[in-house]
Nanobody, 115 residues
Framework: QVQLVESGGGLVQPGGSLRLSCVASTSVFRLYTMGWYRQAPGKQRDMVATITSGGTTNYADSVKGRFTISRDNARNTVYLQMNKLNPEDTAVYYC?????????WGQGAQVTVSS
């Protein structure tokens, strides 16, 4: 069974940066569309950024110009570099892997932006 394990969350001050990582336990990681989603308390889970197997990226309007998604297929890892963080970015961030009908979620990583 494929598993996704996130790391890199934590507490950061407004204006700061964090990098999230997600490692996938699959030999065909390169074929997956990978994404990051987030869910704030009392709100629905929303897409933050996605990256296809070919490297095409897509971002939510709220993070464009501040966040960057990337992948390293040799390491089975997808990253989310988050810059210029603000309190509205506070949420649990979930890694997602999609291939055919298989849709997999990680356990989530808490990101808190506060002074």
């Amino acid at each position: 069974q494929v598993q996704l394990v996130e790391s890199g969350g934590g507490l950061v001050q407004p204006g700061g940066s964090l990098r999230l990582s997600c490692v996938a336990s699959t030999s065909v990681f390169r074929l997956y569309t990978m994404g990051w989603y987030r869910q704030a308390p009392g709100k629905q889970r929303d897409m933050v950024a996605t990256i296809t197997s070919g490297g095409t990226t897509n971002y939510a309007d709220s993070v464009k110009g501040r966040f960057t998604i990337s992948r390293d297929n040799a390491r089975n890892t997808v990253y989310l570099q988050m810059n210029k963080l603000n309190p509205e970015d506070t949420a649990v961030y979930y890694c997602n892997g999609l291939i055919a009908t298989l849709n997999i979620w990680g356990q989530g990583a808490q990101v808190t932006v506060s002074s």
